[in-house]
């Protein structure tokens, strides 16, 4: 299915340099304010020409965009699909707040181009849950209460997901070795490893 | 059936792991909203020479630059005097201070543009560090004594009497949200805000300042924050008043949303602070005279440093009686970020300099440190157990905490096994430290400790829950819907808890110092209370009953204590409310009571009560790289009885892990220049999840309930953080293992360097009674 795309943010995408500009004059005529005057040439302008088409599969869904090659993943969830349960906690991939999976892989969609994943499967935190019915690593962070201000939590569960599908943990040892790449500044640790023992303890259960 | 008490998880726990919990900057963006980027100096200290935006004009996208000439109203946020210059047009105070703001149709263009444009400066020497303040006189605020009885005469009487100092780092509150806010205007000169801030009041009154407007024509809306910590107390203003000035000027709506760096480089963070003390005390290790100097780095601007330095000064006594102190307090100014509240507000940092005294004081004699914590205590009633600043402890529970935490991590076995380990063990060795907490409750502002609330019941029965609080992961909204089902009586789906808005409860005080439930608990009770005195005259009409005293609200259902069969649904009465013209709203207040202090004197009862809590931690010292292992944590902590002993727990591991990080890895680095260097997670080690120990043990306080507040619970933001001074101590403890020496002196943070150092100083001066210790000795009176 190809969905209708809702324009978020101006500029960095396309057509956005004109609504911006049209916009731009019309606030300053309404409002009557004196700011100083935009020269009718700007001397580093938008280029038209360098955007691309970008067909993306985001949680199951076909995503027709036009951007510019270097956006991240990152950007283009978060300011162009409105999928802003990915978080940018730091944009230097230090942080995991951005995790998200393609392929079933965890990566940090801030260090990422968008277009580098055309064809691929792309699950965020909002494609996990099947309708009303959790992701058990979602229900397993709201059992073990392994959040607290909860701005980490979609990069925390996303990275957890994708250590599961990498099934090299056997221990609460490897749990913290392998998920010491998303960082919680609440300190919510021991409930998260709770919560992904859990998970990975439930899928053994589940193979036997 | 109530709910206050049981383990609820986070009421925003199915948004945050679906993704769909929304903080500032996820929202759905309204057409035409404009992003800003700021210029930032290149200098910890200069003047301003010449300014010229006009290049930024030439970049595509770029709506307008900010400077001192737009802000409509007065050009500065200073929250308790004005000296927080908002955009600066004389001189730069620190280094990467914003100068002014380009507003872009998106950051990219906002951020071409403030490339563009031209600042000139001429440099200064930068102040840097607090003895290059001390030095150069560069204070702030006034200075404040604390006092007790005779110091200077009692020192001279002591037995003992040793001199020293100790420094600690600040820390950045890495809060994984950054700064955010949203300001819309309506057109008709009225603003809504939307702003990651943990005071909405202060931030609207900021704002109104800066547009010269009144405050109600600011309303600020707060719908959760990603982390605040103290860091988003005072911090959020000037982010919010620079988008509030851009949607002035272009009558669009505008958005700042800091970067990673930019946060860190901008906004103030927990003061470094230096210690410099006398202490006397006996052969037994009592402490008979303390003399110290706190010296607070406030950084450029004063921000709320006078409260932080006050409560240090509060609480360099921790859990110990001293019955001649005197304790001076300074601020000093710096070109560094503008110091602020984080966690603890200045606690921590007093309650570390008192137990390097202990140590210090212990080692010296050869004493076990916990035996000198021990002879110290508070107890028993009158001097003995009251502080310095004239306040008694009524509810000491140190000594049941600490006996309790003891036995739970078989602490005299461990200290055994662990002195024949560091006999077989040359270069790796254990070490084993139990410390306390005593923290105080209650703002030290009086007039702070004021609450509001405001509920809703619409006719179906459905309700909405406002208060004054901010949520930014605390559990404090959790809390509030628990206090207001028990106190309505009804269930919690029943509620909808709002966000935090200053048009729902004007005039609020910030969500900090450990008060959000304990104020807001009371206020939201308040309301409930104001309801169901309203309720309770048309449930008894509609059961023919002539008593509505006696009636119960209970479980979604009211009923007569002497008739419990024959009840009511709410909402039935709710309907009949209405019919008979009832209102359906009430607010709620509170203000604590039995609280002052005499700033004159230093003298009062600042606090409500105080909050208590142990904590044994073990480590394990490498001697070849200064790394550490912290092995064991087991912690006895006091949170009354618990309003959501879930919730709770949390509060304790994570104000454990994040004062570890404080204490043992978080350091802060300025260059010559005055750059942060350590501006990302890159540069700024915060605790990851491998750090944390593999056995923690969190026991809280039982039968503890605490009269006089929202359901005999305790506040549990802050004290846990302290309960990290056990690792440094017992990092201290390691270290001191590696030689026979009466002084182990330990940089703050203990980064592995500065454990390798400790070493190596410890190892040079072993068996040297007195090596290096020996300058600081100060006329031993043996």
Known sequence: MRLRFRRRRLGQFAIAGTVGAVLAGFTKQAMGQSTPQTPSKPEVPADPNSYVDVELQINGKEQMLKIEPRVTLLDVLRERLDLTGTKKGCDHGQCGACTVLVNGRRINSCLTFAIMHRGAEITTIEGLAKGNTLHPMQAAFVAHDAFQCGYCTPGQICSAVGLVNEGHAQSDADIRELMSGNICRCGAYPNIVTAVREVLEGKKNAAV | MTTVGQRKSHESATGHVSGKALYTDDQRQPIGMVSLYPVTAPHASARITHIDVSA??????????LTAEDVPGENDTGVIIRDEVLFPTEVISYWGQAVVWVVGETETAARLGADRVVVHYEPLPPILSIKDAIAANSFQGQPLVVRRGDATTALQAADFCLTGEVEMNGQDHFYLETQASWVIPDGEGNYQIYSSTQHPTETQVIIARVLGIPNNRVVVTCLRMGGGFGGKESQANPFAAVAAIAAVKTGRPARVRLRRSQDMTLTGKRHGLLGQYQVGFSQEGHITALDVDLYADGGWSLDLSPPVLL??????????????????????????????AFRGFGGPQGMVVGEEIIDRVARFLGLPPEVVRERNFYHGEGATNTTHYGQEIFDNRIACIWSQVKANANFAERRIEIAHFNQSHSYKKRGLAITPVKFGISFNKTQYNQAGALILIYTDGSIQLNHGGTEMGQGLHTKMLQVAASALGVKIDRFRLMPTSTDKVPNTSATAASSGADLNGQAVKDACETLKARLAPVAAKLMNLDAPEDLVFEDGWIYSRSYPNDRIRFEQVVEQAYNDRVSLSATGYYRTPNIYWDAATSQGRPFYYFAYGAAVSEVEVDGFTGTFKLRQVDIVHDVGESLNPLV??????????????????????????????????????????????????????QRAAQEGVIYGSKAVGEPPLMLAMSVREAIRDAIAAFGAVDFVPLASPATPEAILWAIESVKARSGAKSGVAESLLVSPTV
């Not at chain 2, 930024?56 to 630059?65: E, F, I, K, L, R």
């Open chain 2, 311 to 340: 409560r240090a000064a509060l609480h360099v006594d921790n859990a110990y009686y001293i019955p001649d102190i005197e304790v001076r307090g300074q601020i000093v100014k710096t070109h560094k970020t503008s110091n602020t």
């Open chain 2, 648 to 701: 709770d727990q949390g509060q304790i591991e994570g104000g454990f892990v994040q004062g570890m990080g404080w204490l043992t890895m978080e350091e802060l680095v300025w260059d010559a220049q005055g750059r942060l260097r350590s501006d990302a997670p890159s540069t700024y080690k915060i605790p990851t999840i491998s750090e944390v120990p593999e056995h923690f043990h969190v026991e809280l306080l």
């Open chain 2, 56 to 65: 930024a004009y030439g970049v595509a996208g770029v709506v307008t630059v």
